[in-house]
C-alpha cells in the first residue's frame, strides 16, 4: 500500500496499454479539471510508467497488477469504467480538498 | 483545426454480429480511408483482447497497440453506429468510434469526446442523429 496527501501532487499519469484512446481520453479530462492547480496530467504505456515519475498512477482493474509491479512506491488507483467512474472522481477530489489518496 | 473524422469515415445503421466483427469494420473502414495499413486492423484485435476498449454508456473505442503506431499513415477517426446492440464482452455497444494515431495530435478532440458523451444533449445527437453533417460539426471541433 502506499499513499500521498493530494496536496503534494504534482504529476497525475494515467497508465494504458497502447496510449491512443480511452486513457488520453481520460487524461485530457483531468488535465483540464485540474488546470488550476497546475498539476499535470499525462499518460504513458505501462512499462514506461517509471519514466513519467508520476505522484499517482490512474489505471484500469485490467492493468493494476502491472502498473503496481512497475511503481510498488506510488499509490495505483484502479477504475472499472473510463466515463464517470467514482474512482476517479475521488482522486480529483483529494487532490482538491488536500487528502489522503491510498491504493490499499 | 484538423478534420480528424470525415464523412466517408461514417457509417450509420451499421450491422455487426460479434465484438470482434464490430472492431474489424471499423479496422477496414480505417483501411479504405487510407489512415492505416491492413496489420493496423489486426492490431485493433489484439488491443481490444489485452483490455476491453469498452467505454461505458453502449460506447467503444477500438484502437490499435502501442507497437502497432508503425502501420499508421496519418491520424483519423471513423464513426461506426451500429442499428442493434453489439455484445461485447457481456456489456452492450451500440457506437463504435474507431482511432488511428501516431502520436498525441488527437488528444484534444477526445478530451472534447469524453465531453460531448457526458452531456445529456449532445449524447443523445451521438446515438440518434442521422445527420452526418451535425455529427461532423460535433467532432471535429
Redesign the interface.
Known sequence: MSSISGSKVKKLVVACEAGMGSSVMIAKQLARQLKAQGIEVTHAPVNQLADSHPDVVLCHRGLGGRAKQAMPDTPVVVFDMFLGDPSIQAVVDAILNGDNISDD | MTNFLQLAGIRLGATASSREEAVRLCGELLHTLGAVNQQYIDAMWE?EN????????Q?A??????D??KHVNFAQLVFVRFSEPVDWDGEAVKLCIG???KG?E???L??N???K??DKNSYKTLMETTSTTELLELINV
Open positions: 488491443r489485452i483490455i476491453s476498449s469498452y467505454m461505458g454508456e460506447v473505442l477500438p484502437h490499435g497497440t502501442d502497432s503506431r482511432i488511428a494515431a498525441d488527437h488528444g484534444e477526445l478530451g469526446l469524453a465531453e458523451l457526458l
